[in-house]
């Protein structure tokens, strides 16, 4: 069966979405190419999956009508493959003679640098200062490749599509396929794909098979972790010394600033290795919790600005060289405790609001004066139960005062307050 993304997939560069600038320069840079004007000897596609990197690659050849000559890092692991499937290609001319040209396209150029220790990466190299034909090279994290891999490439950055965009693309390859779907389903599997247009058209093709796509149908999709867009972001944050890149980082992140923030103060540990680096980053972070904290008492957003550079640039820009190493980045030890905490946080604010009612104070002070008098007063049993009686304290309430002695005190507040509540009888005599 013929998969969908395949399928439908763009003919020319105007038929993409998204990235109009990037697919105008992508076009450009293989013409000055082709003349010796190019300034670079190849050109670097990165960005996240599904943004349309490859369709881009395809398209242009088709559009220019040139021969496409195509691998990725699974076909070249070692030097010897590269220059077996690539270098022959890049030297010698095409041998259809319909051709104008040829491209050299290679995918997932990243994973070649994962396998640095088998040469891939320095063939590839070598190929691009010596070919005779555009090299486009594709990438999801382009900054976790050397610098000097780097510097031989222009790089064009393709972003994540907009979710109107990818609905748009559903909704059109919907019709071709003569599939009744439902808009709001669509809607929800375009923001489910998290700018990712090639899970979202595999979505409705793996739902659209009977024909109809219905709301119902969509409730067995799982939400794309999130979480993939921040190691990015931290990755590019701490990798990086370009202040330009580490405010990209943030801005592009799916993460609010606070979040971001958390996860940065955590992981810089792990990432700079040399104290002094550590310490400014710290110093940034620190400068940068002193606006957050203005922002939250304040409402003052202008001062986001500030925030945000400090513990994404200022970040960036305090270490003295940049760290090679791999690192493993962990969840923020702060968010899983407050995880841990998060049903006794929960009692505390419904005790709190009974209180709150009783003795007309605010929550907040019933939680910071009231409770800790009442952990005290709850020591003996007949107090804690006129007093858990007058509150209307549940067991679950209780058992945060006296655990030990929760099920007795509540019997006895009960009897209480149905002795409050019950009218008394007056016996009257008719004689």
Not at 238 to 267: H, Q, V, Y
Request: aromatic share 8%; hydrophobic share 40%.
């Amino acid at each position: 069966m013929l998969l969908w993304v395949e399928k439908h997939r763009p003919k020319t560069l105007s038929d993409l979405v998204g990235n109009p600038r990037t697919l105008a320069r992508l076009s450009e840079w293989t013409l000055e190419f082709k003349q010796g004007e190019a300034k670079k000897k190849a050109l670097l596609l990165h960005g996240p999956p599904g943004s349309g990197k490859t369709s881009a690659a395809l398209a242009l050849s088709d559009e220019l009508g040139f021969e496409l000559i195509e691998t990725n890092a699974s076909d070249v692991r070692t030097k010897d493959a590269v220059e077996r499937k690539v270098g022959f290609a890049a030297s010698l001319a095409s041998l259809d003679p319909d051709s104008k040209g040829k491209i050299i396209l290679i995918d997932e150029v990243d994973g070649i640098h994962g396998r640095s220790d088998f040469g891939g990466l320095a063939a590839v190299k070598k190929i691009i200062k010596s070919s005779k034909e555009p090299v486009i090279l594709l990438a999801n994290d382009a900054w976790g490749l050397p610098a000097d891999f780097r510097a031989l490439c222009e790089l064009l950055e393709f972003k994540r599509i907009d979710r109107r965009a990818v609905l748009k693309v559903l909704k059109r390859i919907a019709a071709s396929e003569g599939v009744e779907a439902d808009e709001k389903a669509l809607s929800i599997i375009s923001s489910n794909a998290n700018g990712d247009l090639r899970s979202a058209i595999n979505d409705l093709q793996s739902l659209g098979q009977g024909g109809t796509v219905k709301i119902s149908d969509v409730s067995s999709l799982f939400m794309r972790d999130s979480e993939l867009s921040i190691f990015k972001a931290l990755a590019q944050i701490f990798k990086t010394d370009s202040c330009d890149r580490a405010r990209e980082a943030m801005f592009e992140s799916d993460e609010d600033p606070e979040t971001l923030f958390n996860w940065i103060s955590e992981n810089v540990p792990l990432e700079y290795g040399d104290p002094a680096d550590l310490a400014q980053a710290y110093h940034y972070l620190s400068r940068s919790d002193i606006f957050l904290g203005r922002i939250r008492k304040r409402q003052d957003w202008r001062l986001l600005g500030y925030a945000s550079d400090l513990m994404s640039c200022g970040v960036a820009v305090s270490k003295k060289k940049r760290y090679k190493k791999f690192v493993r980045y962990k969840y923020p030890q702060r968010f899983a405790m407050l995880a841990r905490t998060r049903a006794r946080r929960n009692l505390v604010g419904e005790i709190s609001a009974k209180i709150s009612r009783r003795c007309h104070v605010s929550t907040r002070l019933a939680a910071s004066e009231f409770i800790p008098l009442l952990q005290n007063l709850f020591r003996e049993v007949g107090r804690a139960a006129e007093l858990s009686s007058y509150f209307g304290f549940s067991q679950k309430d209780i058992e945060f005062f006296q655990p030990d002695t929760a099920k007795k005190i509540h019997e006895i507040a009960e009897k209480i307050s149905a002795e409050r509540i019950t009218p008394k009888t007056h016996q009257t005599s008719l004689f």
